[in-house]
DNA sequence: ATGAAAGCGCTAACAC
DNA sequence: GTGTTAGCGCTTTCAT
């Protein structure tokens, strides 16, 4: 035989399947006494609710969903992803509601997988990555999901919003790299696509004036290797680059030594996002460090309060911290 | 009105909704032209199953699960973690199967975890970070959830398992070691409650013969920095330090570092895992690349095949590789 | 090739 | 305080 039922463990105690689910959920007054044997006999049979069931008949999954697009291959080597998630499931395990993950590669595949948590299989949706006019707002707003944007969206949107301000610290950086006499300053970003990217690349500009020495990157070593290259070939080359994460300006950082340049006396160097392995390298890479985790748990628990059925409100948090490290000391 | 059934679609195509379902299915015959017919309106109503009342229909619910009970802080400075879900994913995505992670701090609430699982809310788990004797394995045996256990299982399971032979690199690193003057070697593990911390202590220890210098760490910097404090404060310090992952040997090396010690003349330092960034310290970090990746496609194939009734099979995958660098280069 | 109807295992009115 | 009875939105016999 199969697994056990609520019917099973009704009949075992001698009620109906009513107060077996009442017993447990307390959303009805059950006497101590038969309360007990419900417990007693689901305890005996090993019976835990099937969700599928629960989640057709109440119309909760009690699951959230988060959908990448990142390929496989930047999602393995990204340091902001795991401790976000770690973030999201310390306020989801207490609660017992379960995370569902799925990476897309195509955009149709991306516009199913959220479709299909639309249509029962999570609550709602955290949203990573927004892009400028995100097309998944609008379809999510379409499809009456309740959904978390974690970045700054421009457009109208009905949804809470976990915001941070990246372009602080980086203001902050570029004026300590001014204020030690750096004239020559560099920016290898991100996909200018994402917001994030943007920010961070239009905060550069704002301090830095054009865009002579601002370079595209996509987030990879190997795009960081690659700039960096183009950078220091130039015959008034940078004496700093700033890097929109800690894996390029790593990989620019040990192109440049492998040249012979001195970091930081001959080229200062900045990452973002604060890999837990900058602190530790030699000379420590100044970055920036932008708490993954507290942002995880704060967007969880809109979403969750969301769709509980709350109004949606959105949040700039504090917590991108710049930390200054060997990479760019003050030069002799 | 709510989101469109499967009712909607039948009635807006003018057919029944066994039509509709075996149109998507085709587990039957359809025509060509009445199928056209159901795509269309289903299309027209955006509708995509709902995935909980499917999951109870078929008793399946296209979704597999990870149960971690690693506190979430570890898994936040974890390189293994996000490499083996996008592994995982890879298989999965293409045929629209989710990944249903649930984190638990505590044992019961692993434990309910698993059930959950076992009941609908997945197909199959991969279990992870085994444990000697670990009470998972009969649990889910007693579940009858198929599973697919990642690493060494020593107890009789009817479980896949997804084996890698951890032994032999630890061996060829303390070999190296050995050939090239290193007569004290020291060995931070990783908790030895682990089967994979185990491995490895093992194998160093049917090298160096005797456990003087083994010292049990717990997998984060903290622990690589205060064991390495107590094994450099020894009257006859070691001349080498192979640690259990790559994060304690990094807190490490820069510790001995702070100490005035020089890397790798006075003190050689290697690691496990090949965390991305230990390729561009400076010196670089010999490490034992362990390939998360393939572990994940290989475990997720596994488990498809055994939900889909396949007889389980255990497999040892050849992919650890010893990646030498500087950290461990010849003395001069 | 298609329709009708019976569940899947739970929750939620509605009775008493 | 507890039982009865409909569904929730699908899939899947069994008919036709």
Chains 1, 2 share one sequence.
């Not at 973030?87 to 989801?92: P, Y």
């Not at 290797?225 to 940078?238: G, K, V, W, Y």
Request: with cysteine.
């Amino acid at each position: 035989m199969g697994r056990p039922t609520i019917g099973d463990v009704a009949s075992a105690a001698g009620v109906t399947k009513a107060t077996v689910s009442h017993a447990f959920s307390g959303k009805r007054p059950i006497s101590e006494a038969t309360k007990a044997r419900v417990i007693a006999a689901a305890e005996e049979l090993n019976w835990v609710p099937s969700s599928p069931a629960r989640a057709l008949a109440t119309r909760r999954a009690n699951a959230i969903g988060i959908v990448l697009a990142r390929d496989p291959e930047i999602l393995a080597s990204d340091t902001f992803f795991p401790a976000f998630i770690a973030g999201v499931e310390s306020v989801l395990a207490p609660r017992e509601v379960a995370l569902v993950l799925q990476v897309a590669r195509t955009r149709s595949g991306e516009e199913r997988a959220y479709r299909a948590i639309a249509q029962g299989r999570a609550d709602g949706v955290i949203v990573l990555d927004l892009h400028q006019d995100d097309w998944r707002v609008p379809l999510l707003q379409g499809l009456g999901t309740p959904a978390v944007l974690l970045g700054a969206y421009d457009g109208q949107s009905s949804f809470s919003c976990v915001r941070t301000d990246d372009a602080a610290p980086v203001h902050e950086l570029i004026d300590h790299l001014l204020a030690h006499g750096h004239t020559r300053i560099a920016h290898v970003s991100g996909p200018m696509g994402y917001v994030h990217s943007r920010v961070r690349a239009q905060a550069y500009l704002e301090r830095v004036g054009d865009e002579e020495l601002l370079r595209q990157g996509d987030f990879t070593a190997r795009s960081g290797r690659d700039l960096t290259a183009e950078l220091l070939q130039l015959p008034d080359r940078p004496s700093a680059i700033v890097y929109a994460n800690d894996t390029m300006a790593i990989a620019g950082l040990s192109y440049a030594r492998s040249l012979g340049l001195r970091v930081p006396d001959d080229l200062a160097v900045a990452g973002f996002d604060d890999d837990h392995l900058s602190a530790h390298l030699s000379p420590g890479l100044t970055s920036v460090s932008t708490d993954p985790h507290r942002r995880g748990e704060v967007a969880a628990e809109h979403l969750l309060h969301d769709i509980a059925g709350g109004t949606p409100r959105s949040v700039t948090l504090d917590c991108t911290r710049l930390r200054l490290r060997d990479s760019t000391a003050s030069r002799r």
